[in-house]
């Protein structure tokens, strides 16, 4: 089965300072990982995602993210955080078992508890 | 850029009543999705829909819960009798027909409030 696991409910970090968003996964087989972020009263935001290729994700905002296969680990970072990064950031995994006609993947996600990442000025 | 659009964004309900969630995905997606995200919890699935029916879903999505796509673009949600343990916030969501590593677009959710 297929699962994720962010160990901190919250991270604070301040303006300026590097930022780093844990997240390990359990899957089955190939992992297709993703972040999204939540801002306050909106839904969930595409952030990145790691399919194949490069360890080294870069995505929107200034944000990457870093595959580590041997610890199953697909944290996301920013070099240099802005108070407007505060939100909530989401981990997931898809599911790849479930094919359609197409041959193509369905793809629930299954998603991580939530980070809570407070950026101070 | 296109969005997917969520109505309402809150819906209050007594319980035991019926309530329907609307959604309208990205215009050419042809994969959709329910989730729904309890106050304090993970984001859950609950179905997907592909193709006129529905390709998966979860063990939270039981025979109170169904979903349609009436008509080209609308997608919905129907909770036939609601209960308190309903209570949450519903994400609809879509993805396009390129290829399976294309990312899932969410809606801004409907929070549903049973009384």
């Known amino acids: 089965a297929q699962s994720v696991a962010q160990p901190e409910d919250q991270v604070n970090v301040a303006e300026g300072n590097p930022l780093t968003v844990k997240c390990t996964y359990s899957v089955s087989g190939n992992p297709y990982l993703f972040w999204y972020v939540q801002y306050p009263n909106r839904g969930l935001q595409f952030l990145l995602k790691?399919?194949?290729?490069?360890?080294l994700v870069k995505g929107s905002y200034g944000f990457e993210a870093e595959f580590n296969k041997s610890q199953t680990s697909f944290h996301l970072k920013k070099p240099s955080a802005l108070v407007s990064d505060s939100a909530l950031y989401f981990c997931a995994v898809r599911d790849m078992s479930v094919q359609s006609d197409r041959g193509s993947t369905l793809g629930r996600l299954y998603f991580g508890r939530g980070t809570q990442l407070t950026v101070w000025p | 850029e296109p969005e997917v659009t969520q109505t309402p964004s809150h819906q209050v309900t007594q319980m035991g009543q019926e309530v329907i969630l609307r959604c309208v995905p990205i215009s050419n997606h042809l994969y959709f999705y329910w989730y729904r995200q309890i106050l304090g919890q993970k984001v859950e699935f609950l179905v997907s829909f592909y193709n006129n029916e529905i390709s998966e879903k979860s063990e939270i999505f039981d025979d109170q819960f169904s979903v349609e796509r009436p008509d080209g673009s609308n997608f919905t949600l129907k909770i036939r009798s609601t209960k308190l343990e309903d209570s949450a916030m519903y994400f609809c969501?879509?993805?396009?027909?390129?290829?399976?590593?294309?990312?899932?677009?969410f809606g801004d959710g409907t929070r549903l409030s049973i009384l």
């Open positions: 969501a879509s993805r396009g027909r390129v290829s399976s590593n294309q990312p899932q677009h």
């Open positions: 790691y399919i194949t290729g490069d360890n």
